[in-house]
């Protein structure tokens, strides 16, 4: 369903690149971001117990795009500030019309990209999000990626404590793929790792990746760290993982990241099926 840019291509021709930037600042003037959200479901009940944000593109002529596309431009030219600002708003108005419409307290995850985790403005950004949303704050997830922490150590610490204060929680996308240096883990206040596809991908048949991941998960319920595992996409995967102990999964075998409206109408069946 998606266009792709051709990765190869794309980083040669930086007149493409070019295009895309120029394309992407009018996108967000003329509304063509839309923000998709992919429930995280319990792996014993198979319950609904949050869901992530994930941002898509309407190209006027490309059509629907995906975020491996423009995440990468919108990072390095800094129109990541206003796209990421505008899907934080976004999730925050989604989980608090949840709240309002099936009154279910439903946590939203929103990916923060290194520009936007580095960036001074942050801390008043979510603060003014939750502010003018009313959405309470521990109902609001951060994922930030291991090489954030790991670049600027003290920083990272400095903002993730002021983060943490504010009482949102802090999770790490894609644990495992970067420098993965756990003593962090103890160090920083988080409360949430994604263990990456990757690994999630081998857990039912490659021994190794099952090594993997049963490390991560037992690392992350001994600290009381919240595990999710990433790109769950059959049974018998879903399977493994629940009798390795992950408390919860992602992935395409649950659901698709869906637009707002359908990710409502499947909460609400969900919910019905599911009283809390
Ligand atoms: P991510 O945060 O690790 O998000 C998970 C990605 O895996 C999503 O891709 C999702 O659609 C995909 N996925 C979910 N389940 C499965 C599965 O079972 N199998 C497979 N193969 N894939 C699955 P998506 O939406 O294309 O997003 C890609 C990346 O773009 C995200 O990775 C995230 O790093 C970034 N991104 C997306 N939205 C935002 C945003 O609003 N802000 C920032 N800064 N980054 C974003
Ligand atoms: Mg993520
Ligand atoms: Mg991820």
Known sequence: IYKVFDKASMGSRSSERLQIEADLRKGLERDELEVYYQPFFSLDQQHIVGAEALVRWHHPTNGLTSPVTFIPIAEETGLILPLGRYVLDKACWQARSIRDQLGVD?????????????????????????????????????????????????????????????GVRLAIDDFGTGHSSLAYLKQFPVREVKVDRTFVQGV??????????????????????SAVAEGVETKDQAAALKLLGCPVGQGFYFSQPLPAQEFSELLTGHLAAHPP
Do not use: C, H, Y
Not at 134 to 155: F, K, N, R, W, Y
């Open 106 to 166: 439903l946590p939203i995850s929103v990916n923060l990209s290194p520009r936007q985790f580095s960036e001074s403005g942050l801390l008043s950004q979510v603060a003014a999000a939750l502010d003018t949303t009313g959405l309470p704050a521990e109902l609001l997830i951060l994922e930030i990626t291991e090489s954030v922490v790991m670049e600027d150590l003290s920083g990272a610490r400095e903002v993730m404590s002021k983060l943490d204060r504010l």
């Open 204 to 225: 039912a048949d490659s021994p190794v990746d099952l090594a993997i991941v049963r490390a991560i998960i037992d690392l992350a319920n001994a600290m009381g760290i």
